[in-house]
């Protein structure tokens, strides 16, 4: 189940990928993962609102061990990356410079943080 959303997100289809990251809630506690795309879905539909929300569910939602892969960039750097774009949009750029100040602290050598 944890890998249909992303299958659907390489086609067109971002209701179909919204659907099942929705439908993973079903069977326990959210993961980063999930509410992941449902932020890049926000984000991508321009609403910069919805997406923020997530974004910051993302990074205070207890770690979840179940025995799967943990992706920690989904609740690390990437969460606040996306923020600063998301405050930015918004037209607050003291929270989206607070933001691009906290990215780095986890992954200071990542391409996308350095681009920004």
């Known amino acids: ?3 249909l959303p992303d299958c659907y997100a390489q086609l ?4 179909h990928t919204i659907q099942f990251a929705l439908k993973s809630f079903q069977f326990g506690s959210p993961h980063p993962e999930d509410c ?3 932020r890049v879905f926000f984000l991508q539909k321009n609403e910069p609102k919805a997406a923020l929300y997530w974004f910051q569910f993302t990074t205070i939602i207890p770690e979840v061990d179940d025995g799967g892969i943990i992706h920690q960039a989904c609740s690390t750097w990437i969460p606040h990356l996306q923020q600063c ?3 930015s949009r918004l ?3 003291n929270k ?3 933001h691009i100040v906290i990215a ?3 992954y200071p050598n990542h ?3 350095l681009k920004k």
């Open 1 to 3: 189940m944890e890998k």
């Open 12 to 15: 067109p289809d971002m209701e």
């Open 36 to 38: 992941c795309r449902l």
């Open 85 to 87: 774009i998301c405050h």
């Open 91 to 93: 037209g607050d750029m």
């Open 96 to 98: 989206a410079y607070k």
């Open 104 to 106: 780095p602290s986890f």
């Open 111 to 113: 391409k996308l943080i």
